[in-house]
């Protein structure tokens, strides 16, 4: 059974994981609507991920005996000045993921909540894998800069990249 304060903390997780999917929702539209579609399908890719995380916590606060909450979202940035600028929003918002995911383990630990504890490890070991693949990123569109052959083949090799992620394996 969960505690009040552990049920809490994690449907605070569900909402940011549900954020989550609408940020990279709104980046793959943007990317869309410029041309790119690799990067568009990335960011499809990651917004559908994004779901699975959060549908995972959802299920796992009603298994324990709470009431997993659904609640309003805050509306994501859709426009952006360059893709660059895109992707370091990305890279931002997976840190601050990772910051609260460290956090809800923090919580669980002080209650003695093992069970939750044990849970959440699947999210830390996630949010390595999405903060590497999101330096990784960044680090290409760096290379990038303004070359426009450059941005062909990233939007190319991009979606190559979304097979490689173990997230991809996410099941419920
Ligand atoms: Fe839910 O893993 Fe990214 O944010």
Known sequence: MLSKSIESALNNQIKIEAESSQVYLAMAVWAEVKGLEGVSTFMYAQSDEERQHMLKLVKFVNERGGHAKISNLEEPNDSFTSFKEMFQKLYDHEVFVSKSINE??????????????????????????????ARTVLDKINLIGDDKGGLYLFDRDIEKLTVTTASSETTL
Request: aromatic share 14%.
């Open 104 to 133: 809800l383990v923090h919580i669980s630990l002080q209650e003695k909540d093992y069970a939750t504890h044990n849970f959440l490890q699947w999210y830390v070991s996630e949010q390595i894998e999405e903060e590497a693949l």
